[in-house]
């Protein structure tokens, strides 16, 4: 089979996966305060689960507020993958952007355009059905982020190229995703293996590399990582309700049904499980383009 009509497959899986899957996901907790689709990150200072949502927004912010060039105002931003628009919400509550969020589910744009209305942003925030490997003419965009994303694309090296032919020098590309850790995929361990398939499946994941690959990846492309964060320490794992999904995990296993709602908890165990091995590590990636060659 063609590597593009796998790729075409293999996305038509991943948007299911979201047109399905993310109400749920908005209604969660406070993540539907937050509007956000990502973890809970408990860094320094972190008081509530609001707070824990937006760590990684906040991150994203003093990030793309410290470039060496110049900042224009309003900033050109693009979020790839942006669910429902929660981050280009948080980036706008607190700076001046023209941001523009893709991501594959009809879904998501429709209820990130609504969120939008509600909040007086749709002049400064819109959003767009498309897949972030053969991006529409967005023009070109000083700050791009991916979070919690990039996985679900199937080919790294197009996804570094994508995004660095939109990004400007002097510009940065910020990816917050879950990376292996070297020697990982060698493991014979028959349960580390068995995790790391069941979170490919079930969340859909097509680029689960290192960060010494996605750092080779996007220096091909033009683009030098500038900062590493590892973030690990600061997720909440083993959560009572992590526990009882594990519990209907484990019971369901062998029943012979699939839903995205069901992959949604296989993939969410199965990362746990990986995140307590040491078999991932999630890092917030920086990325920039040079000033000059």
């Known amino acids: 089979m063609p590597a593009q009509t796998q790729d075409r497959g293999f996305l038509n899986g991943v948007r299911t996966y979201y047109d399905k899957n993310t109400p749920r996901f908005v209604r969660s907790h406070q993540s539907a305060v937050a509007k956000a689709i990502h973890r809970e990150v408990w860094g320094p200072g972190v008081r509530t689960e609001k707070e824990a949502f937006e760590y990684v927004n906040a ?3 003093r990030a793309i507020s410290a470039g060496s060039a110049p900042l224009p105002s309003p900033m050109p931003v693009l979020d790839l ?3 429902v628009g929660g981050t280009l919400f948080y ?3 607190r700076m001046p952007i023209a941001g523009i969020g893709v991501t594959l589910s009809p879904v998501g744009v429709r209820l990130a355009e609504s969120l939008a209305r509600e909040n007086g942003l749709a002049g400064r925030c819109r959003f767009l059905e498309a897949n972030y490997l053969e991006l529409p003419d967005v023009g070109m965009r000083q700050a791009v982020y991916a979070i919690e994303s990039f996985l679900h694309g199937p080919d790294p090296a197009r996804f570094f190229r994508s995004a660095a032919a939109v990004i400007p020098r002097g510009g940065r590309l910020i990816v917050c995703d879950d990376f292996l850790v070297e020697g990982a995929e060698a493991s014979r361990d028959r349960t580390a293996r068995r995790n790391l398939a069941d979170f490919r499946r079930g969340w859909h994941v097509g680029s689960l590399i290192t960060t010494k690959q996605a750092e080779a990846y996007a220096e091909t492309a033009g683009l030098r990582l500038i900062d590493n964060q ?15 999904i594990a519990t209907f995990v484990n019971v369901g296993r062998g029943l012979p049904f699939r839903s995205p709602w069901w992959d949604s908890w296989v993939g969410g165990h ?3 499980r990986c995140l307590l091995t040491g078999l991932i590590r999630y890092h917030f990636l920086v990325f920039d383009k040079a000033l000059a060659l």
């Open 59 to 61: 991150l994203v912010l």
């Open 230 to 244: 590892d973030l690990t320490p600061y997720l909440r794992l083993r959560r009572p309700c992590d526990r009882l």
């Open 81 to 83: 993958g942006c669910g």
């Open 270 to 272: 199965a990362i746990q």
């Open 91 to 93: 980036l706008a509550a």
